[in-house]
Nanobody, 122 residues
Framework: QVQLVESGGGLVQAGGSLTLSCAVSGRTSSIYAMGWYRQAPGKEREFVGVVTWTTGFTYYTDSVRGRFIISRDNAKNMVSLHANSLKFEDTGVYYC???????????????WGQGTQVTVSS
C-alpha cells in the first residue's frame, strides 16, 4: 500500500507561482513513477505531468510544459509540482498519484491522494 497526501494549494493571481507537495508513505520501493493530475469544475480529470521515482525523468502535457516542473526527493519521500506563470485555466483540484509500473508515460496509477485546490484569479 502507498499513501499520498497533497498540500500547498491556494489562491494565486494569474502570472503567479505556487508549489504543491505530495507526501508519500508506505511501500515506496514499489513505486515506478509519480504523476500529477488536475480536475477543473465540470471537466474530466486530466494529466499534468509525471516523474520517475528513482531516476527523476519527467514528462509533461503540452499545456504546462515550460511552466510547470515536477521534482522528487527520495530521501524525504516527497514529490513537488512547481507551477509558474499560472493561468486562469490552471484552476482545479490537483491530485498526485503513484504508478507501480507499465508503459512510459504510465497509463495506470494505483494510488491517489485526496487532492488540493488551486484557484487562479484572472
Amino acid at each position: 500500500q502507498v499513501q499520498l497526501v497533497e498540500s500547498g494549494g491556494g489562491l494565486v493571481q494569474a502570472g503567479g507561482s505556487l508549489t504543491l507537495s505530495c507526501a508519500v508513505s508506505g511501500r515506496t520501493s514499489s513505486i515506478y513513477a509519480m504523476g500529477w493530475y488536475r480536475q477543473a469544475p465540470g471537466k474530466e480529470r486530466e494529466f499534468v505531468g509525471v516523474v520517475t521515482w528513482t531516476t527523476g525523468f519527467t514528462y509533461y502535457t503540452d499545456s504546462v510544459r515550460g511552466r510547470f516542473i515536477i521534482s522528487r526527493d527520495n530521501a524525504k519521500n516527497m514529490v513537488s509540482l512547481h507551477a509558474n506563470s499560472l493561468k486562469f485555466e490552471d484552476t482545479g483540484v490537483y491530485y498526485c498519484a503513484a504508478s507501480l509500473g507499465g508503459s512510459w508515460p504510465p497509463l495506470k496509477y494505483e494510488y491517489w491522494g485526496q487532492g488540493t485546490q488551486v484557484t487562479v484569479s484572472s
